[in-house]
């Protein structure tokens, strides 16, 4: 079985400051994670992914993350934050054998002016 | 890159109707695509999966008989609400890969907003 959690519902933050989406996972075997971004009345859209190699991943929108092995982590990051980055981010999950994506329950990132 | 069309993007509708809503690959072959269905409080709930020339896969607890789906063609999966009532109302969300690869991300189309009134 596979899951994720995104452990907060609502993450604030200030214009200019870093962020930090946190998503950890739960899979057996290796795990492909996911970050998508959800405007308002429109769909998700894929920010990053990490399937092997480099736990930096560099994504869509000045956006990265960092996979952590032993925390079983996959943390969305931005080193300064802008008001337009204010939406809802879901992180998933996929098995090494499953092509069925788990999502996370999505944070909703507010930036303040 | 590759593109999702979910249309309509909005229906309203009267209590008793069955609304069609379609989801299309653009620029890419689909032999998989997702259905999902989100909630006011932001979450996703995969409704089914519905594969190229077969059956739907459906979630446990989502009836199989009120969420027609079909996938008749590599491009095209479409999602059938029959009968529709108020609690039918909901975000309805399709996504595809361009391989049934699980390193491969979603993309998804921009969702149909359903009303039964």
């Known amino acids: 079985a596979q899951s994720v959690a995104q452990p907060e519902d609502q993450v604030n933050v200030a214009e200019g400051n870093p962020l930090t989406v946190k998503c950890t996972y739960s899979v057996s075997g290796n795990p492909y994670l996911f970050w998508y971004v959800q405007y308002p009345n429109r769909g998700l859209q894929f920010l990053l992914k990490y399937i092997t190699g480099d736990n930096l991943v560099k994504g869509s929108y000045g956006f990265e993350a960092e996979f952590n092995k032993s925390q079983t982590s996959f943390h969305l990051k931005k080193p300064s934050a802008l008001v337009s980055d204010s939406a809802l981010y879901f992180c998933?999950?996929?098995?090494?054998?499953?092509?069925?994506?788990?999502f996370g329950r999505g944070t909703s990132l507010i930036v303040h002016p | 890159g590759a593109v999702v069309s979910q249309h309509p993007s909005r229906v309203i509708c009267k209590s008793g109707t069955s609304v069609k809503i379609e989801c299309r690959s653009l620029?890419?072959?689909?032999?998989?695509m997702f259905w999902y269905r989100q909630f006011p409080k932001k979450s996703l709930m995969l409704m089914a999966t519905?594969?190229?020339?077969?059956?739907?896969?459906?979630e446990q607890g989502v009836e199989k008989d009120k969420f027609l789906i079909n996938h008749a063609s590599l491009t095209l999966s479409t999602l059938t609400v029959t009968s529709a009532h108020p609690e039918d109302s909901s975000f309805y969300i399709c996504?595809?890969?361009?391989?049934?690869?699980?390193?491969?991300?979603?993309?998804f189309g921009d969702g149909t907003r359903l009303s039964i009134l």
């Open positions: 998933a999950v996929r098995a090494g054998g499953s092509y069925i994506p788990t």
């Open positions: 620029d890419f072959q689909a032999t998989t």
């Open positions: 996504s595809a890969s361009l391989r049934a690869d699980a390193n491969q991300p979603q993309h």
């Open positions: 519905s594969n190229e020339g077969s059956k739907a896969t459906y």
